[in-house]
């Protein structure tokens, strides 16, 4: 299982950026891929999480409504579409792999990417 993140890098206030996740090794429609980030002294928490089959989603309600998680089953890439960026949205973004979305918010995931770097800075 290989899971690659990219698209990170800096943002003003306010601005945008979409993260990636490339996903190889396994049948990308049989699992689920989540999102996470971790803040510079804080611990990892969870952003969303998507089926790769059905395409359904959940999100932490706190980020609901700024973030978008997406899939490309031709691509076997995830997204992260992250808008009207705060200074506190500052983190390493990972994505994780699992066979279910349930208890994502929990870190309960089987493999991680390396993670890409988020700055919102003016």
């Known amino acids: 299982v290989q899971l690659v993140e990219s698209g990170g890098g800096l943002a003003q206030p306010g601005g945008s950026l979409r993260l990636s996740c490339a996903a190889s090794?396994?049948?990308?429609?049989?699992?689920?891929i989540a999102w996470y980030r971790q803040a510079p002294g804080k611990e990892r928490e969870a952003v969303a999480c998507?089926?790769?089959?059905?395409?359904?989603?959940n999100y932490v309600d706190s980020l609901k409504g700024r973030f978008t998680i997406s899939t490309d089953n031709a691509k076997n890439t995830v997204y992260l579409q992250m808008n009207s960026l705060k200074p506190e949205d500052t983190a390493v973004y990972y994505c994780?792999?699992?066979?279910?979305?349930?208890?994502?918010?929990?870190?309960?995931?089987?493999?991680w990417g390396k993670g890409t770097l988020v700055t919102v800075s003016s």
């Open positions: 090794g396994f049948t990308f429609d049989d699992y689920v």
């Open positions: 998507i089926r790769n089959d059905d395409g359904t989603r």
């Open positions: 994780a792999q699992s066979r279910t979305c349930f208890g994502f918010q929990y870190l309960t995931m089987d493999y």
